[in-house]
């Protein structure tokens, strides 16, 4: 028996795991007690990392669409074809008429998120770039380039030395963290409470975080700003407000105080259905208990006014002299610091430096936002994306409206997916080229290990050789890159950078560059990883320009939530439904600790027990309706619908109902026999690509207007 040690790359939690293996076979994963971060923590999803290893549906060689049907075919002839179809392409309609996408995770893997931010977009020079942010933190990103002109600037809560935490539209109890690496949430939290913190969460389902917290209180999905807003104004108002502690300038606190003067918590109250006292109550504790906290993440990053909560929790924090604080939010010094390196080079990333061709919503990043991606593909016109690269994305079923984007993808003329398994979005590739497995590969979490709680360091080697001929995903990019060019001189170059530009070099630069002194080779060392500290004061070195605490392009959008407040009814009492039951309902997403995004519900230890895709819904809302407790319901929105079993539950605030994503594998084509079996409905069908954030683009996927009604009985 041989043990390996390695970082789960299946979460933000980057847990430390211990693999026992004999003859290439998996045979045991657990935690690893010795990894300093994450102390011996893992989740039942950590050992579908053997599952999908060894999962007899996952691609081992390059798939060709012939006559409809999926044929096994070798690298080079799938590379000599893609290559000559997309210089075809590029010559005749443009570089823009090749679109590039990628989905989470490329997050989690070393090479894929080095090659999928440069070689490649470099190579492809398109406009017609598109990825998962924009339906995740796009809001939080253009926030920070904002306030503190970078938008890799990002604050995590300073969980270990908090001693007050204030969590929206998080639960990450489920997910285990988001923008805030911590393994062992629960351990942590524990912690927090035992001496003496408190543990708020605001949310609309009182979640599995909320059942070990001090306080829950249920908000109206998308209200957070009007929430967030009554408790700057009482910062304000009860001269509570303290941002010269900060180490740098705050510009534009009077305009705030200004704006804020206007939403007082009793005004605000009636329309998220936090009363006026408990906002109070709030804004007095985290002015005034040293190392408090506020945090927000999905919940309140994709809905309609994503922006505006993700700038005002970042607001209080400023506001209480807790950014930068021990126990507030503080910025992680990691090892590689790629948002060190950009705040030196003056990097502020960007925003709107173009638009979408069809709808004119803005790029960020380099990237339009997803909900623009099928009528890219479908509306002619020069600039119109014939051909697409999609990369560890499915957005069939994670991006809105997934029924319109399965059509759209029908129509290209050329799709090619990188990607380990045949599902609902890869189906429709001319090409499927599967990397090697995450055990195949060595391993460095760059981005999570930038966002953590501790500064910690660690560097895996691969488990398992590769096949012969296997390919990594960044070896596939780099030869797709290399395909672009007309000059078969420059394909012969281009390739030759795989030699030269090996994720191994690149981390062992940054590492030699970083505020650590460490190299890979010394981080081989230490399988466990190592610990790097607690987090320090650093916002002189990221924001050496200051704060500014009221950027323009946010001032102005309180004025459309002043505009949907007036058009918006007060909180509905909790029986508010039309005579026959046609009331309308806000729809909110969910996640599950067995289940993750789209794609791990092919390991059957996943997907066995009660079934995980439900409608929830209050008793009132159901009784009212007549409905009961596991019946199929039809869930309809203003594009879509879906049917779903019913569960009934007062986990949910009266006039919500709450559905997980990534499920829907009922779709003929694709390859994955236990998923299929246990398909579920994707809440995409439901969501739409008109819902946004108007400021940004990004897709508001919670607090969806829908009708929940009977299966129409046939007739
Ligand atoms: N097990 C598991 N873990 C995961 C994932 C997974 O699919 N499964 N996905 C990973 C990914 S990609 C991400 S981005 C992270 C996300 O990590 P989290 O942000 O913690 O994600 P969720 O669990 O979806 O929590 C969002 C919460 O917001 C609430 N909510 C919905 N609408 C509103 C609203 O308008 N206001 C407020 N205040 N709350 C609202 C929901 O009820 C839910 O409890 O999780 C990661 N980890
Ligand atoms: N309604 C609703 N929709 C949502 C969300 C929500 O909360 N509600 N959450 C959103 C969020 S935060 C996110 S991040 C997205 C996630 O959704 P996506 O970005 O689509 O990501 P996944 O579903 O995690 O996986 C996509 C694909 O990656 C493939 N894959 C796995 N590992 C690798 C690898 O190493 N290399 C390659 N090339 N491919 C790999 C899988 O086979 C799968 O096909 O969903 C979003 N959609
Ligand atoms: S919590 Fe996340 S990183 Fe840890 S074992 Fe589970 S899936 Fe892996
Ligand atoms: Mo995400």
């Not at 942010?133 to 809560?157: C, E, K």
């Not at 051909?387 to 984007?405: D, E, F, M």
């Not at 960044?474 to 420059?490: C, D, K, Y």
Request: glycine share 8%; proline share 7%.
């Amino acid at each position: 028996m041989n043990t390996h040690y390695r970082a789960c790359n299946l979460c933000e939690a980057i847990c430390g795991l211990v693999i026992e293996h004999e003859n290439g076979q998996v045979k045991s994963i657990r935690g690893d007690k010795d990894d300093p971060f994450s102390r011996g923590h893992l989740c039942p999803k950590a050992l579908a990392l053997g599952d999908v290893h060894h999962d007899v549906d996952r691609l081992r060689a390059p798939l060709k669409k012939v006559d409809g049907k999926f044929v096994e075919v070798s690298w080079e002839e799938a590379f000599t074809d893609i290559g000559a179809r997309m210089r075809a392409i590029r010559r005749q309609h443009g570089a823009d008429a090749i679109g590039f996408t990628q989905g989470n995770p490329v997050l989690h893997n070393l090479g894929a998120s080095i090659y999928c931010q440069t070689i490649l977009p470099w190579a492809l020079g398109t406009r017609s770039r598109f990825s998962s942010v924009s339906v995740d933190n796009l809001p939080r990103m253009v926030v920070s380039r904002w306030m503190y002109g970078n938008q890799t600037v990002i604050a995590v809560p300073d969980l270990d030395r908090s001693q007050f935490f204030l969590v929206l539209g998080a639960n990450p109890l489920a997910s285990n963290g988001s923008l805030m690496t911590a393994p062992d949430l629960a351990k942590r939290l524990k912690a927090l409470r035992a001496r003496g913190g408190k543990l708020i969460i605001i949310d609309p389902r009182r979640t599995e975080t909320a059942d070990v917290a001090d306080e829950h209180h249920f908000i109206r999905p998308g209200r957070d700003a009007l929430f967030l807003l009554g408790i700057v104004h009482t910062l304000f108002a009860e001269g509570l407000t303290k941002p010269e502690k900060l180490a740098v300038a705050v510009r534009g606190v009077d305009t705030v105080k200004t704006l804020a003067a206007k939403w007082s918590p009793e005004r605000v109250a009636p329309l998220t259905g936090i009363d006026a006292e408990t906002t109070k109550r709030l804004a007095r504790s985290l002015a005034t208990v040293e190392g408090a906290v506020v945090y927000g993440r999905m919940g309140i990053s994709t809905q309609a006014f994503g922006a505006l909560a993700t700038w005002l929790i970042d607001v209080i924090n400023v506001l209480t002299g807790q950014l930068d604080a021990p126990g507030g939010a503080m910025f992680t010094t990691p090892a590689v610091d790629l948002v060190g390196i950009a705040t030196r080079m003056g990097q502020p990333g960007s925003f709107d430096a173009y638009r979408s061709r069809v709808r004119a919503l803005p790029e960020f990043n380099g990237e339009l936002p997803i909900v623009t991606l099928a009528e890219e593909i479908e509306t002619p016109g020069p600039g119109q994306v014939r051909a697409l690269l999609v990369t560890a994305h499915n957005p069939v079923l994670s991006a809105p409206n997934g029924p319109r984007v399965d059509a759209a993808l029908q129509k290209l003329e050329l799709m090619v997916a990188v990607d380990p398994y045949l599902n609902e979005t890869t189906r429709h590739a001319h090409y499927v080229l599967p990397p090697t497995s995450a055990l195949e590969r060595e391993h460095y979490d760059i981005a999570l290990h930038a966002y953590g709680v501790r500064n910690t360091s660690r560097w895996n080697q691969p488990l398992f050789t590769p096949q012969p001929g296997a390919l990594d995903d960044w070896q596939i990019f780099l030869r797709l890159a290399a395909e672009t060019f007309s000059s078969s001189l420059i394909r012969s170059i281009v390739r030759t950078l795989g030699a030269i530009v090996t994720p191994r070099r690149i981390v062992d630069v940054l590492l030699r560059l970083g505020p650590h002194p460490l190299t890979v080779k010394k981080l081989e060392q230490h399988p466990h990883g190592i610990d790097l500290g607690a987090l320090e004061p650093r916002l002189k070195t990221l924001a050496p320009k200051g704060i500014e605490l009221a950027p323009p392009a946010l001032i102005s959008d309180v004025t459309r939530l002043e505009d949907h407040v007036s058009n918006a009814r007060a909180v509905p009492p909790p029986n508010a439904v039309a005579p026959g039951g046609s009331g309308q309902l806000e729809l909110i997403g969910r996640r599950d600790l067995r289940s993750n995004n789209s794609w791990l519900h092919n390991s059957p230890r996943l997907v066995k027990g009660p079934v995980r895709c439900t409608l929830l819904m209050h008793p009132t809302d159901a009784s009212a309706r007549g409905l009961e407790n596991g019946q199929r319901v039809t869930v309809r929105a203003a594009k879509g619908t879906a049917e779903v079993p019913l569960e009934i539950s007062d986990e949910v605030m009266p006039g919500v109902v709450s559905l997980p994503h990534g499920w829907g594998h009922d779709r003929a084509g694709i390859r994955l026999s236990v998923a299929q079996r246990h398909a579920g409905t994707s809440v995409n069908d439901v969501t739409n690509e008109d819902l946004i954030d108007a400021l940004c683009g990004t897709a508001a996927l919670n607090g969806v207007s829908v009708e929940v009604a009977h299966i129409a009985s046939p007739t």
